[in-house]
């Protein structure tokens, strides 16, 4: 009995760490500068995107959409197809083109994942996306202006994918 308790009340207190549907990257293309890396958090239960110490709003596609995105205008736009996907397609949403321009393996903690490189033909940021893991890196624009920063994810699994609980 008192395993079966501590065990429940350990859950219960995890439970929201597990569930709580933040997707954290960094960034350390900027060490030269402030020797902090730079943040970034989707936050999808408060639906908001922070960036180092600030936040903005974000919009969620649709489940029934068939598509998994994020958007928060002038900051950050993300979608792709549910299902599966190949190098060659393309798809439109909110009026941003996306499509597969390859196929890249990629190691984040350890584990191994088939990646798929999603362009977004307006600021050209590039996506790896793994349809069993999610989001796990994007290289986007420096806001320096002065190239591009490459973000990864903190955790094996980024948006909108979790791990089987």
């Not at 958090?41 to 598509?67: A, E, Y």
């Not at 050209?124 to 806001?143: C, D, M, N, P, V």
């Amino acid at each position: 009995m008192k395993v079966e308790t501590f065990a429940l009340g350990l859950a219960l207190l995890l439970a929201p760490l597990i569930c709580s549907a933040q997707y954290s990257y960094v960034s350390y293309n900027d060490l030269k500068t402030d020797l902090k890396p730079s943040s970034f958090v989707i936050d999808v239960n408060k639906k908001r995107l922070v960036i180092g110490h600030t936040w903005r709003s974000i919009n969620l596609c649709d489940h029934s959409s068939g598509f998994e995105c994020v958007s928060s205008p002038g900051t950050f736009e993300f979608a792709v197809k549910k299902g599966s996907l190949k190098v060659g397609q393309s798809w439109d949403v909110k009026g941003r083109d996306y499509s597969v321009i390859g196929v890249d393996t990629i190691r984040i903690l350890g584990l191994s994942s088939k990646c798929y490189l999603i362009r977004s033909k307006g600021d050209q940021t590039i996506f790896y996306y793994s349809t069993e893991r999610g989001l796990l890196a994007f290289r986007a624009k420096s806001h320096a202006g002065d190239g591009f920063d490459l973000f990864i994810s903190t955790t094996p699994y980024g948006f909108p994918n979790s791990p089987a609980i």
